[in-house]
């Protein structure tokens, strides 16, 4: 394959931008803010899982004294029915006697339920203050996710608009060279390596190893416009003033 020396140097630039897109590319995957987001996220469902526990167990507890209190207030009831009835006219002395002993054992049952519902009120007291913690975690946990997506947000941008100016750059470059030698460059590059890279004191510039005395005499002796490849990694090989030093 022919090409002028010239057009073959723009392979260089070519060949340092894509360099410079892989680089974004890699920035793009490697984000610390991925993994931070990650931890944010995991952080932001225990946070949620923690405060439904405990608004969970302060519904029972709530439940629980609703129940209570309606217990209390039957007992009061058959109590209060239980006085008026003793208070009225025509109690035998049997019924004055049976309805005492049902108001001694009311008051038992009453004090009882007031003792178990002042422990569960205690106990749900405890478990607010859970919960007002579990919150409070959860919103500094949102915060600091919030706070993640955010940085991370703007890296992307940045990386978007690096790639965008260096797209742009490799549309310029790409226009100058002709199309045989732009589809052998990009062959080599699609086979994982670098597409070109210059001859650069006696080693490649891809591979980075030295060529020896035949190879390197081999390439300096080609004409000038013959595009050349390393022997070692196929890598399209650009002389230039110091090739051979």
């Given amino acids: ?18 360099a410079e897109l892989n680089r974004l590319a890699h920035r793009r995957r490697t984000l610390p803010e991925h993994t931070e987001l990650t931890a944010a996220e995991t952080a932001v469902r225990a ?3 923690a405060l439904v526990e405990v608004e969970t167990r302060a ?3 709530d439940r629980d004294i609703r129940r209570l209190e309606r217990d209390v207030e039957a007992v009061r009831a058959r109590a209060a029915r239980d006085q008026k009835i003793l208070a009225g006219s025509g109690v035998g002395a049997k019924q004055a006697t049976d309805l005492q002993h049902e108001l001694e054992t009311l008051a038992r049952r009453q ?7 002042l422990e569960v009120m205690e106990q749900r007291e405890a ?3 859970d919960v007002q913690h579990a919150q409070r975690t959860l919103d500094e946990a949102q915060v600091q ?3 993640v997506v955010e940085r991370r947000d703007a890296a992307l941008a940045d990386i978007d608009a690096g790639e965008a100016g260096r797209h742009r750059d490799r549309d310029a470059v790409v226009a100058d060279l002709p199309a045989d030698l732009l589809a ?3 062959r080599r590059r699609a086979r994982g390596g670098t597409g070109a890279a210059p001859l650069r004191e006696r080693r490649c510039g891809a591979c980075r190893l030295e060529l020896d005395r035949t190879a390197l005499a081999a390439l300096q002796g080609a004409p000038a416009d013959e595009v050349v490849y390393c022997e070692e990694c196929g890598t399209m090989l650009v002389r230039t003033p110091r090739s051979s030093r």
């Fill in 1 to 18: 394959m022919k090409a002028d020396p010239a057009v073959q140097r723009r392979l260089l630039d070519l060949a340092d931008i894509d």
């Fill in 47 to 49: 946070a949620k899982d």
């Fill in 59 to 61: 519904g029972d507890l």
């Fill in 111 to 117: 004090s009882v339920l007031e003792d178990e519902e």
């Fill in 127 to 129: 478990v607010g203050m």
């Fill in 145 to 147: 996710q919030v706070s």
């Fill in 184 to 186: 052998a460059y990009d």
